[in-house]
Each structure stands twice: as structure tokens, then as C-alpha cells.
Antibody
Framework: EVQLEESGGGLVKPGGSLRLSCAAS????????MSWVRQAPGKGLEWVGH??????????DYAAPVKGRFTISRDDSKDTLYLQMNSLKSEDTAVYYC??????WGQGTLVTVSS | EIVLTQSPGTLSLSPGERATLSCRAS???????LAWYQQKPAQAPRLLIY???SRATGIPDRFSGSGSGTDFILTISRLEPEDFAVYYC????????FGGGTKVEIK
């Protein structure tokens, strides 16, 4: 059974940083394209960014609102995906989901950016 | 960036009725890279359909997907009570984007 478990969410002040982790199990993580998707309260789904598997170059791509502030990385030896978020803004407040592309989702972790 | 527009925004139907949800892309999407998700309140989205028409594991056959190019459809042949939810399309052929969602509500 595929399992994705996000962690690292919480309350952070504007301008602050946070790192989210996503522990994966039940599938060959190193073979998967992985993404982060967020959902602001009462809103729809917003793609944040994704990372390809290493055999496809391991490259990343980001949505315009987060480009230059967020960084996605992966550690295939630990079956873990990361999202480093810097220079956080109030509009980054959302539940952040880790997902395979396409396919399975974690339960999400809430990030609240507020003073 | 490929923009996905879903219509209608809200669909009011009764159990047993047929639901037809539309997803229109701003440019052509490869049929291999179009997916549909269902999301219920306070839950993570669940994959229903991938590659336009392939049902994900465990998805009932009342859910079907079709389309090509810029126009894609999700059909629910007979609505069950548990199908009332929000549905999103996603393309993953040119980066990734989501549609704005269609809420299927009980009439």
C-alpha cells in the first residue's frame, strides 16, 4: 500500500522559513516523479512544484508564485521528499500535500504564515 | 503554462442521475497526461482517472473519462450518495496544472 506522510508544518512569521518532509513507502520511490500541491483554506488545488526521478534528470519545476523562494529536493536513499520554503508570505498559508505524479496523496500538513 | 478551465462550477443533481463534468485546456494536452481527482471535505484528493480514461485501482466503473486535445470529460453514470464531492482535472504533460474544480452537490 502506498503511503505518503508529510511533516514539518506549523506556524511561522512572514519572512520566515520552514522545511516540509514527506516520507514515502509502499512503492519504488526512486522511480517516481513527485510533487507538492497546496490548498489554501476554502480554495482549490494549486501545484507548487515537482521533481523528476533521477533517470529523467532529477530536475525541478516550480509555480510562478513560489519560484526563487521554494526548493524541492529528494533523498532516494531515505525515500523522502522535501520542500524548503523561504521568505514565506501570508498567501503561502495552506495545507501542503506530497503526491506522486499522478496518483497518491499524503494527508497533508498545515502551514500558517502569520505574525 | 497550460490553463485548465472546468465547467460548470457547481452541478446540482439527484442520486441516480448522470453527471458530466468538463475540463478545457488552453492548449493541447497529450491524452496520456490528463487525470481526474475527487476531494471530499477535510480529506486529501483521491485519484479517479489517469491518462484520460484509465480508472485508478479500486475506482468503480460508474466513473469514466474521455476526450482529447483540449476537451476532456469525466462522466459519473449514476450518482451514488458518496459521489457528492469536488472534482479536479490535472494535466501533467507540460509541467503540472489543475483546473478550478467542479462541485457536485445534492439537488
Amino acid at each position: 500500500e502506498v503511503q505518503l506522510e508529510e511533516s514539518g508544518g506549523g506556524l511561522v512569521k512572514p519572512g520566515g522559513s520552514l522545511r516540509l518532509s514527506c516520507a514515502a513507502s509502499g512503492f519504488l520511490f526512486s522511480n517516481a516523479w513527485m510533487s507538492w500541491v497546496r490548498q489554501a483554506p476554502g480554495k482549490g488545488l494549486e501545484w507548487v512544484g515537482h521533481i523528476k526521478r533521477k533517470t529523467d534528470g532529477g530536475t525541478t519545476d516550480y509555480a510562478a508564485p513560489v519560484k526563487g523562494r521554494f526548493t524541492i529536493s529528494r533523498d532516494d536513499s531515505k525515500d523522502t521528499l522535501y520542500l524548503q520554503m523561504n521568505s514565506l508570505k501570508s498567501e503561502d498559508t495552506a495545507v501542503y500535500y506530497c503526491t506522486t505524479v499522478p496518483g497518491d496523496w499524503g494527508q497533508g500538513t498545515l502551514v500558517t504564515v502569520s505574525s | 503554462e497550460i490553463v485548465l478551465t472546468q465547467s460548470p462550477g457547481t452541478l446540482s443533481l439527484s442520486p441516480g442521475e448522470r453527471a458530466t463534468l468538463s475540463c478545457r485546456a488552453s492548449q493541447s494536452v497529450s491524452s496520456s497526461y490528463l487525470a481526474w481527482y475527487q476531494q471530499k471535505p477535510a480529506q486529501a484528493p483521491r485519484l479517479l482517472i489517469y491518462a484520460t480514461s484509465s480508472r485508478a485501482t479500486g475506482i468503480p466503473d460508474r466513473f469514466s473519462g474521455s476526450g482529447s486535445g483540449t476537451d476532456f470529460i469525466l462522466t459519473i453514470s449514476r450518482l451514488e450518495p458518496e459521489d457528492f464531492a469536488v472534482y479536479y482535472c490535472q494535466q501533467y504533460g507540460s509541467s503540472l496544472t489543475f483546473g478550478g474544480g467542479t462541485k457536485v452537490e445534492i439537488k
